[in-house]
Each structure stands twice: as structure tokens, then as C-alpha cells.
């Protein structure tokens, strides 16, 4: 349960300001269909975040001792002091209406979007810490749709109430404070 709900807290509070979460919005005032999108980036972070959990599950065997443990913690600190950069996300970077309609422009451009992202990093480093794909992959998933199912429903208005400094503080604490206790119980 603990991968689960870790998962869940750490890419939830991650992922509000983020730069998926401002395609989310941008998507949701493109095309005003809110069940496609919502399904879009369902799938897409399925796919994105197995793989990325699978990928840290198979480093962490591969890797396996002190010195890599210490990486996994270290690296978790790395992400909160990232997090605490704020992304911006430029209108251009949006990705065109096209026929293919709000579905797979969301599925393919959050897929991509979330490639190399904080996000997707801190469930590699999850996978690894916990080696347990399946209850990574689902947290860090439910996580992008707490933070995203709002934005897409809610759109500017969430982002004018929300204070995402204060977020992107809490974020970047529960990230610190994951990695300081992991690399204490790596010494």
C-alpha cells in the first residue's frame, strides 16, 4: 500500500503547475470536450508511467547495493529542489486541432509531453525505490488525474484560486523529505 500512496501523494503535488497540467487546460479550452480529454491523459500516463516504473523497477535489479540507493535518494532530492522551478508552458507548443479529435491528441501529446518530465523521472526513481511496477505505476497515474482531472474541468479558473508556489513548496518538501529518509535508511 505504501508504493501506492506514495506514488499517488508525490506526483499529485508534483504535477500542479506543471507543464502537462497547463496542456491540459490549453486542450480543454481548445476543444471543450472534457470525457475525451480526460481519457487521453488517463492512457497516456498509464502507458508512459508503466514504462517508466518498469524502467526503475529493472535499474534498481540490475543496480542493485548501497551506492545505487543512495543514487535513488539523492535523486529524489534533485527532484524537489526541481520542482520548485516553475514550468511554462507557450501556446505555440500546443498541438494543432486536427481531425483526429480531442482523444488522440491527447493521448499522443501528453505521451510526448511526459517524456523527460518530472513526472515521469520521479516514477523511474519510484519504480526503483519499491520495485513493485504495478502499484507505482498506478499511484503516479492517479496522481496525474488528481491533479489534471480539475484542470481540464475547471481550466483558468483553477489556476487564478490555487496558489501554485505554495504547491510547488509542498511538492518540493515531500520530495526532500522522501530522499533525506531514504538515504538515511541507505547509510
Known amino acids: 500500500m505504501e508504493p501506492l500512496l506514495t506514488s499517488t501523494a508525490l506526483v499529485a503535488l508534483a504535477e500542479i503547475g506543471d507543464k502537462t497540467m497547463l496542456l491540459a487546460i490549453v486542450l480543454a479550452t481548445r476543444f471543450r470536450r472534457p470525457l475525451p480529454i480526460i481519457a487521453g491523459i488517463f492512457v497516456a500516463t498509464l502507458l508512459n508511467h508503466a514504462l517508466a516504473a518498469w524502467a526503475g523497477s529493472l535499474a534498481a535489479d540490475f543496480f542493485a547495493g548501497q551506492t545505487f540507493r543512495i543514487i535513488v535518494a539523492l535523486s529524489f532530492v534533485a527532484m524537489g529542489l526541481w520542482t520548485l522551478v516553475p514550468d511554462r508552458f507557450e501556446e505555440g507548443d500546443a498541438p494543432a486541432v486536427t481531425a483526429r479529435g480531442a482523444f488522440v491528441t491527447t493521448l499522443v501529446a501528453f505521451f510526448l509531453v511526459e517524456m523527460g518530465d ?41 489556476i487564478r484560486r490555487v496558489s501554485l508556489n505554495a504547491v510547488r513548496i509542498a511538492a518540493a518538501a515531500l520530495f526532500v523529505g522522501v530522499g533525506i529518509w531514504m538515504l538515511v535508511d541507505a547509510l
Open 118 to 158: 518530472k513526472t515521469q523521472l520521479a516514477t523511474v526513481a519510484l519504480g526503483a525505490r519499491y520495485h513493485d511496477v504495478l502499484a507505482v505505476a498506478a499511484g503516479t497515474t492517479i496522481g496525474m488525474m488528481i491533479a489534471n482531472v480539475p484542470a481540464v474541468l475547471l481550466g483558468n479558473a483553477l
